[in-house]
């Protein structure tokens, strides 16, 4: 049954596909009469039946060797395109979190989006962000991994546009679209141009060609940046990180798998493209650098955010980032462990964060508060996923920061330091969020927050109980490092900073001493990082404008020098007509001066030989 | 005396007549122009009758033949103006110009 199951684990993404596209008819405008639910229970059915086949089939790759299928989708002079499959206990394990993940949120959907009557156009999107995730885990072709981000852009678009009616979302999925794009384009161009190089686009046979390649280090350095540009617009790394702040105007549930699956698809692509990203050195210190500035940067400005899905949006580019730092210093199963982590304990920040803002309304953490007592459940969950997410033992976040911490510790101790401080950042901020939700006494807006209806809490449960229970599920898979091997000192070093930045954080938010909202000393480095190093006026003044003009430009000249040169014989034409019919002037004595000076020029030109010569030297 | 010179004057008699016919306002003098025209032809059928072709003659025959023409034209010529002049109670040549764009 399990090795069916597993021969048929391509199957997987269909099910969700098919699950999105039975989810259409119930849009307002086909199905009239029922109302929209439906849509919802036969995706619910849909990725149910997709996480059971997943998860049956993943005991039957347990310590098998990845058996791989190649389709060929494409055959045309010279290039054979295969849609190449690998089934791995990586990838039908990360199926199994993507569809799992995906279950949970369609629940949560289901309570938070009751008062929705989009929930066709919802679920289907939902149906198709899975089926383009597990695709993406089985596909074992650069090329077909480009294809499915791409389809995922343009899922992004929609899907944050949900609410279309409201102005903020409309350029919010704009930003999220474009940022995606430009980062995906670059993508392409490195897609291409490994193609002549390594003459495959296959994973393995990557990786296999990057082991003995002796290639031009400038031109490698240039397709590998070009290979984790893509990555970096997909991860919300920085300089391409606004996206995801804006995109926290799409609904709630689906931010559940933006945050913790979707951002991490562009890490599962630089995850697999590890081996040709070392050929370059130059591209793997950029990529630490890249990861180390968005994930200080992005930690410190969660800190200073006011709105109760920002916070979180900022913590999810920090943990990209430490993803990158540890696909720069080729840490494969670091990277790995840290995106797992990382999306059940960012899953669970979100159910927990949404169930509190389908009942208090405001997202703004100053005007919530003493919400712990009335709402156990949603702080429980958030204390979990906050644990879950910073180093905080025995819990799974500890597990993948040590993991990368150990392996940094040998060879670049600076980087340990780094880790040091985003886990300490990051800790201050989820505690500083926590405290200001659940502690402190009720304000205005949480006077009155009952505990949300069991369709949003039973999902929370189910994950809280995932996220105790991972570094059990590690263990008894032995994919937790192994004790004996892991540096003491960088455990103890990671525990005192959570704690620190754990306990800082509480004291400073629950305690009375310091006046409240607080005030730094130095006011614009606060609204610095409140505005996110003020980004947008960032993207507006430099790449916005320069295109902005130049297509002004364009236009302009468009429409002044080509169209007007066209035009202009046309005048010319009008013109000519206009002015020479003054030729025929009625005049008959006219008329016969034109026929005599023709005939006469006629005869000149005709006996031009017999006189010309003479006549030109009488004269000259 | 020599061919040349007969020619030249006709031709001198040509442009006159050209002057006349394309300057003259009045219709009538536009007809004596191209009667002063014709005479510059006849001057050349004569004149190459005479030089090259005194035995037949025949520049002296196409003449008599454009004299006869010539007549039968101003005959015509001058009835138009006539007809014109009944019409428009004038023989300007710059008052005919009502055939244009």
Known sequence: MAQFLLETVWLVPCYALIGGLLAVPWSP????????????????????LAFIHAAIALPATWNQPPYEISIPWLSTAGLNLFIDLEISSASVGAMVVIAGLNLLAQIYAIGYMEMDWGWARFYSLLGLFEAGLCALTLCNSLFFSYVILEMLTLGTYLLVGLWFSQSLVVTSARDAFLTKRVGDLFLLMGVLAIFPLAGTWNYSALAEWAATAQVDPTLMGLVCLALIAGPMGKCAQFPLHLWLDEAMEGPIPSTILRNSVVVASGAWVLIKLQPVLSLSPLVSSAMVAIGTLTAVGGSLIAIAQIDIKRCLSYSVSTYMGLVFIAVGTQQDDAA?????????????????TGAIVWNSITQDVTQLGGLWTRRPVSGLAYIIGTLGLIGFPPLGGFWALLKL?????????????????????????????????????????????????????????????????????????????????????????????????????????????????IRLPFKPL????????????????????????????????????????????????????????YSTNGQTQFYAFTILLGVGLLGMVVTWQYWGEQFLNLMF | MQLQYFLLLAAALFCIGIYGLVNSRNAVRVLMSIELLLNAVNLNLMAFSNYLDSTLIKGQVFTVFVITVAAAEAAVGLAIVLAIYRNRDTVDMEQFNLLKW
């Open chain 1, 29 to 48: 405008g086909i199905i009239r009469r029922t109302g929209p639910r439906p849509a919802g229970y036969v995706n619910l059915i849909m990725t149910f």
């Open chain 1, 336 to 352: 790995l462990l840290l995106v797992l982590t990382h999306a059940l304990a960012a899953a669970l920040l979100v159910m927990s």
């Open chain 1, 405 to 517: 911490a150990s392996g940094l510790w040998e060879t670049q101790p600076w980087l340990v330091g780094i880790l040091i401080t985003v886990n300490v950042l990051t800790a201050f901020s989820l505690t500083r969020e926590f405290c200001l939700i659940f502690g402190g006494k009720p304000k205005q807006m949480s006077e009155r927050s009952p505990e949300v209806s069991w369709q949003m809490s039973l999902p929370m449960i189910i994950l809280l109980g995932f996220t105790l229970h991972l570094p059990l599920v590690l263990q008894s898979f032995s994919l937790l490092p192994n004790w004996a091997n892991l540096n003491k000192d960088v455990a103890l070093l990671l525990i005192w900073s959570t704690v620190f930045g754990c306990s800082i954080s509480s004291v400073i938010y629950l305690g009375d001493f310091i006046p409240k909202p």
């Open chain 1, 526 to 581: 606060q609204n610095l990082l409140a505005y996110d190093f003020y980004t947008p006026k960032l993207y507006r003044m430099s790449i916005v404008l320069s295109v902005d003009l130049m297509s002004k430009f364009t236009d302009m000249i468009d429409r002044l020098v080509v169209d007007g040169i066209v035009n202009m014989v046309g005048l010319a034409s009008v013109g000519g007509g206009e002015g020479l019919k």
